[in-house]
């Protein structure tokens, strides 16, 4: 039985990180790394392999880069954990033993068996499979009437993509009001939404699914709870994805009310030289310091460079004390972004904040060819000016704006200093250098801090 300093379980984007970062920093280890499939999919590039990309093949991702620092991959299933004698058991019978061990094994889809008919043939998920989705991409060539149930990013993504082809008919079933309205506040849900119904996708809002409807055990469509009833091929269920956790519940690892594995600041679980990064970890809210459930390849690899330096001890300080969430799309070509809180998750915590929207365009001046509105809205704490959350949506650089928004969270700046943000600025790059849209947002809320002090 071979012995490993450290035994990595899973290669998604927080596996190779932690493994490629901790090779890096101690080279004169040995790593393991165990995938389930010898291929890998880059996670947000699944809805565009079904038209943009047209290939599975071109979003694929491995660890390579681990690889050719010296680490160890194999092609198997961890089955059984012993934490007590350090070993972990595959599928095939292989054994190996470890110093320290990483769950990194991401997070599952959510089976919709709430929802009678859900067993029928031509009911799919996006699965993070390569297998699966190579399959799922083949099936979906010759369906022409295809129902997406959840409008989350996922789901509505892959409507968009899937109602590009002339051949089919797209249908989107979301249960809230608006589709995005995890992540987005109203205002920008509903734009979202907007924007999505400007496309070849049949959306239907406040509506559920009451049961998939079938004929010789293959589907045939979907009843709604409107009794309406839509004729499909093919039903993708997009609900959501939970922490697959089962692997290191088993083993004896502590797991919280949304069954993450518990972790502190750096990663480490309950038990000794026993980590946990990734989808399958806990996350904490940056400001209620409650237990979150944000599953993003942004948010996982962040933690996994901190995991992969402190491995051997704790090397480097984890600079933020929570998970701030920062989400991004583009929608029928509008590009939208979130950070941090809004109106809906603060509702919960009462948490006071007022709101401060300015818009202009991403060019200057806006009459250059494809120039697109940009607006910035900001959350801020009425108190202190510290900047709590933001959106941001229009142009295609509302992706990086909102990283800038992202680390004024994350430093716990206010908009106080925001307002002496140096900039670059140039006219096919970015808003004018006299209105930049970040910097004018802050300057409408320090007006409106002021006049709440009235």
């Known amino acids: 039985m071979k012995k490993y300093d450290v035994i990595i379980i899973g290669a998604g984007p927080a596996g190779i990180i932690t493994g490629v970062t901790a090779k890096k920093e101690n080279p004169d280890k040995n790593i393991l790394m165990v995938r389930e499939e010898e291929k890998g999919l880059v996670p947000c590039g699944i809805p565009y392999i079904f038209h943009s990309l047209n290939s599975v093949d071109k979003n694929v991702m491995g660890p390579k880069p681990f690889i050719d620092l010296g680490g160890d991959v194999i092609t198997d299933l961890i089955v059984n954990v012993d934490i007590e004698n350090k070993t972990v058991k595959a599928k095939s019978g292989d054994k190996f033993s470890f110093e320290k061990l990483v769950f990194a094994t991401g997070s599952r889809y959510v089976e919709a068996t709430f929802i009678p008919g859900y067993e029928l043939k031509n009911v799919f998920y996006i699965k993070k499979s390569y297998n699966y989705i190579t399959n799922l991409f083949n099936e979906l060539k010759d369906k022409k009437n295809i129902v997406v149930v959840g409008g989350g990013f996922i789901g509505a993504e892959v409507a968009e993509q899937l109602a590009l082809h002339a051949d089919k008919k797209v249908s989107l079933i979301e249960s809230e009001e608006y589709c995005f309205s995890k992540a987005f506040s109203n205002e920008l849900s509903e734009i979202a939404t907007e924007s999505l119904n400007k496309t070849k996708v049949n959306v239907q809002t406040s509506t559920l699914v009451e049961k998939v409807l079938g004929?010789?055990?293959?589907?045939?469509?979907?009843?709604?709870?409107?009794?309406?009833?839509i004729s499909a091929d093919a039903i993708i269920f997009a609900v959501g994805y939970k922490p697959n956790s089962e692997l290191a519940a088993t083993a004896g690892l502590k797991t919280n009310k949304v069954n993450a594995i518990i972790v502190d600041n750096y990663g480490r679980t309950s038990e000794n030289n026993i980590f946990a990064v990734g989808d399958c970890s806990q996350t904490l809210g940056f400001l209620t310091g409650r237990c979150d459930n944000i599953m993003l390849a942004s948010t996982a690899t962040a933690e996994a460079r901190v995991l992969g330096y402190n491995l051997f001890g704790v090397k480097i300080k984890n600079s933020f004390t929570g998970t701030i969430g920062i989400f991004s799309t583009e929608i029928n070509g509008l590009s939208m972004a979130a950070a941090g809180l809004n109106e809906k998750n603060t509702l919960s915590s009462n948490i006071d904040f007022i709101t401060a929207t300015f818009s202009d365009f991403d060019k200057h001046p806006g009459t250059l060819e494809g120039t697109l509105p940009l607006t910035t809205k900001l959350y801020v704490s009425p108190s202190d000016g510290s900047i709590l959350g933001g959106e941001i949506w229009g142009g295609k650089s509302s992706g990086e704006i909102i990283n800038i928004i992202g680390f004024a969270i994350q430093k716990g700046l206010t908009v106080y200093e925001l307002i002496s943000l140096q900039i670059g600025t140039h006219p096919?790059?970015?808003?004018?250098?006299?209105?930049p849209v970040i910097i004018k947002a802050a300057e409408v809320a320090i007006s409106k801090i002021r006049d709440c002090k009235k």
Do not use: C, D, R, Y
């Open 215 to 229: 004929e010789n055990g293959v589907v045939s469509g979907v009843q709604l709870n409107n009794k309406n009833i």
């Open 428 to 435: 096919l790059l970015t808003s004018a250098p006299t209105k």
